[in-house]
């Protein structure tokens, strides 16, 4: 990694010169920072951060701390967020999309907090209307800005503000979400609240759905968000998204602040529903096993959504992708009879997928000149990654961005077995879904293969370890051993003590006797 990358937590524009990058590489350097190190000679980014703060930010830590706020949890209270500094908050920015594609950036603005704002505080003194997010909800849950009506009316029904609702628990609304797009069902707030229970606590802290045993369709989300507390920013609103956020009477369309009566649900019944929203619970019960919250989460980054949630499915278990594929095929059948054209089909990424460190680039294959067993070769053709040139020779160069693949060889006692259905799915994507899909698995094998390779280091690690506890145990046991046999001699010892000491002792009684037998004669004379 080169200088300049040693310093990547920077707000500085891109017209910085490489002299002000090299000093503050060189800086690094002087104090001992070792770039770029990684595990098993991997090289490894590693994030730095120098902080040059305006003064006024420096200067808030001194400013007094707002009361009223006893209602809520002390951990939630004297949690400071990391966006303080307007530096760090600009920098991640820059790397995580927050705005929905095709919406206007200026509908909001982003701003970091004061050194006295928590998470939990209300509008006061604000001139314009903001809520707070936390940074995981746009890099890691995929949530984009405006919310759209169902998130808002769960937001309404929990009487909660969006901090307020555990991470977690914004895994199962947007996991629900996706799944029901993609059978062509509109997700509706109490559809999606009946297949959990909510308990408020006092003090306040985040609220977190319980998942009703008996009816859920979603597994437990295994992500852990531990460390989110600390990444809250202040979204404010301004007069280009009031249409998105306030009513036509200037109120908020969802609580904007922490509240002290969220809402409590236990066992909502059928008979509470609307018909829509019995029409959408009815589907989601059909679904036999749960269904992986973690796997539709990350439907949300991925550039041909059906197919992985296929793949999800099918890891689920096969009953549960046969019934997927059958009602997605029934609903899309129902939805074009009635004509419904804003349904979405999730052919395309559903939100913006974000490439660290260069552009996004979008993969297509030309016709194939034949079908199945013929063809031998396949051609990718990388949109931008040449110019396509002859060379300065006049010689025809080979064709740029061009990668071939060559024919694969499988051992005759190897075979490669794919459900029907995975099979299907696969005939009936289009050709540039196809590359693209297997473009993003290839990548996520690299990132799985070395994910693999460091906890197979790490068990055997830890095989060592607990071998080298293993040897320690067995000495420690054959010192007990013989400090064992050694006091079964002693006991075995003072067992024979004892049996000679009760001879002694009652030969000594019978003695005792004999002389008072003697005793007692000689008295008599």
Known sequence: MSSSDSSSLSTSSSSQSTESDRSRGDRLRGEGVNVGVGTSGVPMEVV???????????????????????????????????????????????????????????????????????????????????????MCHFSQLHIRLPFDDFTMGVLR??????????????????????????????PSPYAFLYFYDTRPRRPATWLSLISRPSISRLDAFSQSFKHFKDGYFKVVVKEGGEQHFLNADGSTKFPFS???????????????LSSGDKEVVGMLLRFVDKLPTKG?????????????????????????????????????????EAGKAGVPNLQESVVEVHVHGGTKRRAELPARPGKGKDVKKIRAAILGSGDGAGSASGE?????????????????????????????????????????????????????GRRVGSLYRREVKEVGELQGKLDKLAEEKAALEKEKE??????????????????????????????????????DK
């Open 486 to 523: 050694g006091w079964e001699a002693e006991r075995k010892r003072l067992v024979s003590w004892k049996v000679r000491c009760l001879d002694s002792e009652e030969k000594l009684n019978k003695r005792i006797g004999e002389m008072e037998e003697d005793y007692e004669d000689l008295k």
């Open 296 to 336: 539709l989460v990350r439907v949300y980054n991925s550039v041909h959504p059906i197919i992985d949630i296929e793949g999800h499915m099918a890891q689920s278990g096969k009953k549960n992708l046969a019934l997927f594929q059958a009602l997605r095929k029934e609903m899309a059948a129902k939805a074009k």
């Open 258 to 272: 922490w509240t002290n009566n969220p809402s409590r649900y236990k066992d909502m019944g059928m008979e509470e």
């Open 396 to 448: 025809k160069a080979p064709e740029a961005g061009l990668i071939e693949l060559p024919e694969i060889s499988v051992r005759k006692d190897i075979s490669i077995n794919l459900p029907d259905t995975v099979v299907n799915s696969i005939d009936n994507m289009e050709v540039d879904h196809i590359v693209r899909t297997m473009v993003e698995f290839g990548s996520k094998a690299l990132v799985l």
């Open 48 to 134: 730095r951060e120098i902080r040059e703060d305006p003064p006024e930010e420096l200067e808030e830590s001194n400013w007094p701390a707002k009361g009223g706020y006893a209602w809520v949890a002390s951990d939630v209270r004297e949690q400071s967020s990391l966006f303080r500094w307007s530096r760090l908050l600009n920098s991640w920015l820059n790397c995580t999309p927050v705005i929905s594609r095709g919406v206007s950036g200026d509908i909001v603005s982003l701003e970091r907090v004061s050194a006295i704002d928590r998470v939990c505080h209300g509008q006061e003194g604000a001139t314009e209307k903001f809520f707070y997010m936390y």
């Open 157 to 186: 029904a929990l009487n909660v503000a969006p901090t307020q609702l555990h991470p977690n628990s914004w895994a199962y609304l947007q996991a629900f979400r996706i799944l029901c797009e993609s059978l062509y069902l509109e």
